[in-house]
């Protein structure tokens, strides 16, 4: 069974940092396209930062771009979230994603089967 775990949320003063962690589990053979995404009570789930199987292409949502930076591990089945200048509006649930298959936009939720628990992230002026 695929299953993926998230690690490395907590609370941190604006401009500070924090480095997300995501253990992927269940499978052999090959690696996935994954993503974080974040969500904050009452709203909807959107896509935070993405990287293809191999790792040679990534998306990010225009708020975290030249802040956040997402990266792999695939010898570890590892992926991470190194999120710099940490704003209040970043405060959410952090959840990471791993696509097995998907049509349509590569790093759009829909693309997502497997999803963690999620790890809350919350940052204070």
């Known amino acids: 069974q695929v299953q993926v775990v998230e690690s490395g949320g907590g609370s941190v003063q604006a401009g500070g940092s924090l480095r997300l962690s995501c253990e992927s589990s269940g499978y052999s053979g090959g690696n996935y396209n994954m993503a974080w995404f974040r969500q904050v009570p009452g709203k909807r789930r959107e896509g935070v930062a993405a990287i293809v199987s191999g790792g040679g292409t990534t998306w990010y949502a225009d708020s975290v771009k030249g802040r956040f930076t997402i990266s792999r591990d695939n010898a570890k089945k590892m992926l991470y979230l190194q999120m710099n200048s940490l704003q209040p509006e970043d405060t959410a649930m952090y959840y990471c994603?791993?696509?097995?298959?998907?049509?349509?936009?590569?790093?759009?939720?829909?693309?997502?089967?497997?999803w963690g628990q999620g790890t809350q992230v919350t940052v204070s002026s």
């Open positions: 994603a791993l696509s097995r298959s998907y049509r349509g936009m590569w790093y759009e939720e829909s693309a997502f089967q497997i």
